[in-house]
């Protein structure tokens, strides 16, 4: 199971890892497990045109199923600018699009949320 704990490395594009670098500390001295920052530091950047299809980035729509009660989301991943949850848009920063960002369908993905840690399964990711 890769999720936000593991050392299992998220893949980025080299346009959203530029875009996500200015929000993040990225001093490795002071970076928790379960952040944004820590997610871009153990990143592996590709260039825009090699990032697979299904691997969640900046303006993704995602769907994810919540493993213990089961409830499938369906969002947008957008900058913190664009981000209304009346649209269905969430930010980048918020706990969940940062625990998202760079994994892929298919993935089961553990990060502290608001309410405890929380484990997502990516069902769907489109462009």
Excluded: H
């Excluded at 009346?86 to 920063?93: D, F, G, V, Y």
């Amino acid at each position: 199971m890769k999720s936000g704990i593991e050392k299992t490395p998220v893949i980025l594009c080299e346009e959203d890892y530029s875009l996500l670098k200015q929000f993040a500390g990225t001093k490795t001295d002071d970076i928790s497990e379960m952040s944004l920052a820590y997610e871009l530091n153990r990143a592996v950047i590709v260039g825009n045109d090699q990032l697979p299809p299904d691997t969640i980035r900046l303006n993704s729509l995602v769907s994810v199923k919540d493993k213990s009660s089961g409830k499938v989301t369906d969002f947008r991943i957008v900058m913190p600018i664009d981000a209304d949850i009346k649209q269905k848009k969430i930010s980048i920063l918020a706990p969940l699009g940062a625990a998202l960002i760079g994994f892929r369908k298919g993935d089961e993905v553990e990060w502290k949320m608001p309410a405890g840690v929380k484990k997502f399964t990516v069902l769907n990711v489109q462009a």
